[in-house]
């Protein structure tokens, strides 16, 4: 994670350095595209750090309640990943914040454009420096996400590959001004930059939300519905009800099983059950509530 901040930061210095010398709008936009890269890395770093606390008595220097300590210090846990959706939250917004100045800004110079003048081939140099050094970092992300199984670097290769794509498409667009005289090219090329920035920016925005309000996909509540119905000691599924605690995914599910039942029995059933949700859709944890059946059944 502190490589990719550190690449992001020394991409964004590339290009704004390069934008400012080259006059070439559309490279000032990717750079700032890069840079909601460099703060989301870091907001998730600082979620990460959180999450990884192992005072169960305290969450993020407040002290929490020492009552019923085995599912205190559970609950305690879970909460802290929730940080990682707080943070990812704020980068969301700080994304639509950067897109709205990056769109106004091209939608000013589109409006100006017979003042414009054709960017500084420079600002080539500057595009082709960070597709490189974004396709390196999405490398070396994608390998160590392989070997380690890590799902946060995985994704962050993932996401590089768009900003290579979109560095790449940047330095096509300033070819293009500067071997053709199209000075139109460089606003409307950053007004597509600002879009897609948008874009991002408010699906960010709306998945951390449903998430920080306990909204979970009916489908996939369904499908761990008709999972714990296999067990042969459930008879029937009152409710499932699943949230997210950062990445992390909990079930929480109400079942009605045989009056006769004892506890340690349910114990071994709720064992069960968790065990095959994990395996089956890599949940965190599940909590199963039993409620007996009529005993004149």
Same mark, same amino acid.
């Given at each position: 994670?502190?490589?990719?901040?550190?690449?992001?930061?020394?991409?964004?210095?590339?290009?704004?350095?390069?934008?400012?010398?080259?006059?070439?709008?559309?490279?000032?936009?990717?750079?700032?595209?890069?840079?909601?890269?460099?703060?989301?890395?870091?907001?998730?770093?600082?979620?990460?750090?959180?999450?990884?606390?192992?005072?169960?008595?305290?969450?993020?220097?407040?002290?929490?309640?020492?009552?019923?300590?085995?599912?205190?210090?559970?609950?305690?846990?879970?909460?802290?990943?929730?940080?990682?959706?707080?943070?990812?939250?704020?980068?969301?917004?700080?994304?639509?914040?950067?897109?709205?100045?990056?769109?106004?800004?091209?939608?000013?110079? +589109? =409006?100006?454009? !017979?003042?414009?003048?054709?960017?500084?081939? *420079?600002?080539?140099? @500057?595009?082709? &420096? #960070?597709?490189? /050094?974004?396709?390196?970092?999405?490398?070396?992300?994608?390998?160590?996400?392989?070997?380690?199984?890590?799902?946060? +670097? =995985?994704?962050? !290769?993932?996401?590089?590959?768009?900003?290579? *794509?979109?560095?790449? @498409?940047?330095? &096509? #667009?300033?070819? /293009?001004?500067?071997?053709?005289?199209?000075?139109?090219?460089?606003?409307?090329?950053?007004?597509?930059?600002?879009?897609?920035?948008?874009?991002?920016?408010?699906?960010?925005?709306?998945?951390?939300?449903?998430?920080?309000?306990?909204?979970?996909?009916?489908?996939?509540?369904?499908?761990?519905?008709?999972?714990?119905?296999?067990?042969?000691?459930?008879?029937?599924?009152?409710?499932?009800?699943?949230?997210?605690?950062?990445?992390?995914?909990?079930?929480?599910?109400?079942?009605?099983?045989?009056?006769?039942?004892?506890?340690?029995?349910?114990?071994?059933?709720?064992?069960?059950?968790?065990?095959?949700?994990?395996?089956?859709?890599?949940?965190?944890?599940?909590?199963?509530?039993?409620?007996?059946?009529?005993?004149?059944?």
């Amino acid at each position: 994670m502190i490589f990719n901040v550190c690449t992001y930061v020394l991409i964004f210095v590339i290009e704004y350095v390069l934008a400012i010398k080259s006059g070439a709008e559309v490279l000032k936009a990717d750079a700032f595209n890069n840079l909601s890269g460099v703060i989301s890395t870091f907001l998730l770093i600082i979620g990460v750090h959180i999450a990884s606390d192992q005072d169960e008595t305290r969450l993020i220097g407040f002290p929490v309640s020492n009552q019923s300590e085995l599912s205190n210090q559970k609950k305690v846990r879970l909460s802290r990943f929730r940080f990682e959706t707080v943070f990812t939250l704020t980068t969301s917004i700080l994304m639509i914040g950067i897109a709205v100045k990056v769109i106004g800004g091209g939608i000013n110079d +589109l =409006l100006h454009a !017979a003042s414009q003048r054709v960017p500084n081939p *420079i600002g080539i140099v @500057g595009a082709v &420096i #960070s597709t490189v /050094l974004i396709l390196i970092m999405l490398g070396i992300n994608y390998f160590w996400g392989k070997k380690t199984n890590s799902a946060a +670097l =995985l994704a962050s !290769a993932k996401d590089s590959l768009g900003d290579a *794509i979109t560095s790449f @498409g940047t330095a &096509i #667009s300033i070819y /293009l001004m500067w071997q053709y005289d199209l000075k139109w090219v460089d606003s409307v090329a950053s007004i597509i930059i600002g879009s897609f920035i948008l874009l991002s920016g408010f699906e960010i925005f709306l998945e951390s939300s449903l998430n920080l309000v306990d909204y979970f996909s009916p489908r996939k509540e369904r499908q761990f519905k008709e999972q714990i119905l296999t067990d042969p000691a459930i008879k029937a599924v009152l409710g499932v009800h699943a949230h997210y605690d950062g990445s992390l995914v909990t079930v929480e599910a109400t079942v009605i099983v045989d009056y006769a039942m004892t506890v340690a029995q349910s114990f071994d059933v709720a064992q069960r059950i968790k065990m095959k949700l994990k395996q089956k859709f890599e949940i965190s944890d599940a909590k199963i509530l039993f409620i007996p059946n009529n005993i004149n059944e």
